[in-house]
């Protein structure tokens, strides 16, 4: 038959195979069961298999002492989870067992027919060169999936194993063990669609083998496309110096000394660079050791010295194949049993074994309990054979292996007498259940003691959860965080900021958003926010997660810095870089003469630094930024060119008496005494003035104040002079060198 999955992912290695077939290959079976069969008085299409012929079935039901009585086996074949066909060599089906009603046919209805009616067109080709390769072939084929057509139309997912039987006069034909897989297959693909959409980075890989199969977030860490990463060898994607580390680490997985490695490394993106990431890498195994090597890697980077307790989130691909036939047994009122082969094979017990203390001395202790309250609710009816128990069952060598077992009461049927119970090794899957529930575990545990804030938000923007650090960052217990909506916790004034960076965020941009919050005490903190929209494999709503860390110590000292580049860290008031760059832009936007530079500079500073120390000096300098702020208008700028030298930015001068008098209030208030440690101290200062003439530099403009108070100290200081013009001409109708004394 054929396979639903691409020819290249239709091997059993492919971690990726819907369906866990193995592409048509032969595989070696156990033992030719013979088993003898009682004459039959039917005329059943499979009435060759009666008779006293020895019937040799691969694979199929052992027999009890003596052998099953053919109503017996028409009970099991019926009670089986298969449904069995015989058809010839050209597809024309002679047989179908009764079980054949789960797809909604009666089995006479389709004696006579092609079995290739059944299989979606699709399919079909494939099926029918499977069918005939079967057909030259003695033996048993491996498991293969293909679309069958149930009596309501629909199409169900089945796996066929088929066993050519042509040789055997008593049968003649091909023999199909026919098992709706539907759900498993429906259950793969969802665990496909998990690994696709999965924001952690992960990849598959061959030992031995080039190609790495990645996730989208795999490709997107590296820098690479899917396709580029299928022609790169893992060890490629590591940096030069951790390679060998790398390689011993794979070494000792496909060894089997370990079956997980977690490790940090440096690894290497497309462009050249590398960044430290975190890597899970476990080994799948199969029947003949490790199949495929499964790894996770986070980018730890930035957050790998604040963040060494942060386990890297793990999501594990589950590939469920059982290609074991299930274990069938009947289970007597006097607690006699018998099982078919496959029970032999499977737990390893000599054929014939007798069990001391009965069938239940194989269950596990303590699963005893579940096991026969399970047994009991099969015999009063009150449990279906849609109801399993999960128990373990211990082999020969000692070991427990978990099992899915259903039963049904046919106590009443002569031919069986029991109950018929069939068993399903869940053993993988328990085990990778187990992995699934750590890993949850592991990631709440991540959760709940990160360093940083982390919240779950949904599409409508409320809080779904916070963690710990979340909630202590805002000063709000979790269930009045929970429900809130996310904006209510940002500063009015960033929410809009807030929302576009989010957003780019969510559409893929790699952009570190910075706003304000807004605790529940009032006070702001400065945050940096990291979203990611995070969608659900198993059809939940997305939602999104954010990671947000305080930066508020850092803001301010960010703004510190940026104040001190501009100030004057003794007085307060701008540095003389500063000034410039406020003076520049008044003489580019204003008119001739709508500024005016002041020049001051203190008459007897020196004396005070020389006999009252510099300390003395720093006060008198705080006094006199301080007199100057006062004096001036709003508009004013002040600032302090260094030394005992500031310098007053005047604009909208309007007329040279307005000016005269903002300069003698600056003059009287600089001239008043100066208490500094209990002795009163007059400094006093002289004034130039210079107004401002088109082309001149802000630089040019201070030149002239300059010399204008060199002017004004060479006059006994305490007064004004106004810098004469570089071109002789009248400025706001005042002389060009006055020489009036203050």
């Not at 030719?32 to 008085?41: E, L, Q, Y």
């Not at 080039?210 to 490709?219: H, K, L, Q, S, Y």
């Not at 373990?392 to 119970?421: I, K, M, P, S």
């Not at 947000?548 to 703004?559: A, G």
């Amino acid at each position: 038959m054929c396979s639903l999955v691409a020819p290249a992912e239709r091997t059993a290695t492919n971690p990726f195979n819907l369906f866990g077939g193995s592409g048509g290959r032969t595989r070696a079976r156990g033992t030719v069961t013979t088993v003898r069969i009682a004459p039959k008085t039917d005329e059943s299409p499979v009435k060759h298999i009666g008779g006293s012929a020895e019937a040799q079935v691969m694979n199929g039901t052992v027999r009890g002492a003596g052998g099953f009585e053919p109503a017996l086996l028409r009970v099991l074949e019926d009670q089986s989870p298969d449904m069995v066909l015989v058809v010839d060599a050209t597809g024309r089906l002679f047989h179908a067992s009764r079980s054949i009603r789960r797809l909604g046919y009666e089995p006479d209805a389709v004696l006579g027919r092609d079995v290739f009616d059944f299989v979606h067109p699709d399919d079909a080709d494939d099926a029918r060169r499977s069918l005939a390769t079967t057909a030259g072939l003695p033996g048993e084929r491996e498991p293969l999936e293909l679309r069958a057509a149930a009596a309501d139309g629909s199409w169900r997912v089945v796996e066929v194993v088929a066993t050519n039987l042509l040789d055997v006069p008593e049968i003649r034909g091909v023999v199909l063990r026919v098992r709706d897989v539907t759900n498993r297959y429906a259950q793969q693909r969802r665990f496909r669609l998990a690994f696709e959409q999965s924001p952690v980075a992960q990849a598959v890989w061959y030992p031995g083998e080039p190609g790495v199969i990645a996730n989208r977030a795999f490709a997107e860490l590296f820098g690479y496309t899917r396709e580029e990463l299928l022609s790169l060898a893992p060890a490629d994607l590591v940096h030069p110096e951790d390679r060998e580390a790398h390689r011993d680490a794979v070494r000792a997985l496909v060894a089997g000394d370990v079956h997980e490695v977690v490790a940090e490394r440096r690894f290497c993106r497309k462009g050249g660079d590398w960044f430290h990431g975190r890597a899970t890498t476990a080994a799948a195994m199969g029947d003949d050791g490790v199949e495929y090597l499964f790894a996770t890697v986070e980018d730890v980077t930035e957050r790998r010295a604040a963040m060494a307790a942060l386990a890297a989130s793990e999501a594990r691909f589950r590939a469920l194949v059982d290609n074991s036939p299930d274990i069938v047994a009947i289970l007597r009122p006097d607690g006699g049993w018998e099982a078919n082969e496959q029970a032999t094979r499977l737990l390893g017990y000599p054929k014939g074994f007798e069990v001391d203390g009965g069938v239940f001395a194989l269950v596990h202790p303590e699963d005893v309990p579940r096991a026969t309250a399970a047994l009991a609710e099969v015999v009063a009816g009150r449990r279906g054979p849609d109801e399993p128990v999960e128990m373990r069952l211990r082999a020969a060598d000692g070991t427990y292996w978990d099992f899915e077992c259903v039963g049904q009461n046919l106590g009443d049927e002569h031919h069986v007498g029991g109950v018929v119970v069939t068993a399903r090794n869940i053993t993988t899957r328990k085990r990778l259940e187990r992995a699934h529930l750590e890993a949850t575990e592991r990631l709440r545990t991540v959760f709940d003691h990160a360093p940083i804030a982390i919240s779950l938000i949904d599409l409508d923007g409320r809080v779904i959860d916070a963690n710990p650090a979340a909630c202590a960052m805002l000063g709000l217990p979790r269930d009045r965080l929970v429900g809130r909506d996310g904006a209510s916790v940002v500063h009015p004034d960033d929410v809009e900021i807030a929302i576009e960076l989010t957003s780019r965020q969510l559409d893929g941009e790699r952009i570190e958003a910075e706003f304000r919050l807004r605790r529940a005490d009032g006070a702001d903190l400065w945050v940096v926010s990291n979203a990611t929209l995070y969608t659900p494999s198993g059809g939940s709503e997305p939602f999104v997660i954010t990671m947000q860390v305080d930066i508020t110590k850092r803001r301010l000292l960010e703004d510190r810095l940026a104040h001190e580049a501009t100030h004057d860290p003794l007085t307060g008031l701008l540095n003389r870089g500063a000034f410039l760059t406020h003076l520049e832009l008044a003489l580019a936007r204003r008119r001739r003469g709508d500024v005016a530079l002041l020049f001051i500079d203190l008459d007897h500073f020196k004396p005070v630094n020389d006999t009252l120390g510099h300390d003395a000096g720093d006060k008198v300098l705080i006094e006199t930024a301080a007199r100057l702020t006062a004096e001036v208008r709003g508009g004013d700028v002040v600032a302090r060119l260094g030394g005992d030298e500031f310098v007053v930015l005047h604009q909208d001068v309007g007329g040279y008496a307005g000016l005269e008098a903002i300069v003698r209030r600056l003059l009287t208030a600089l001239a008043r005494p100066v208490e500094v440690r209990g002795v009163s101290v007059t400094v006093g200062a002289s004034v130039g003035i210079a107004t401002q003439v088109p082309g001149e530099t802000a630089t040019g403009m201070i030149r002239r104040a300059d010399e204008a108070v060199y002017e004004a100290k060479r006059a006994g200081g305490g007064t004004f002079r106004l810098a004469p013009e570089p071109v002789r001409s009248d400025v706001i109708g005042a002389p060009s060198r006055p020489t009036r004394r203050a």
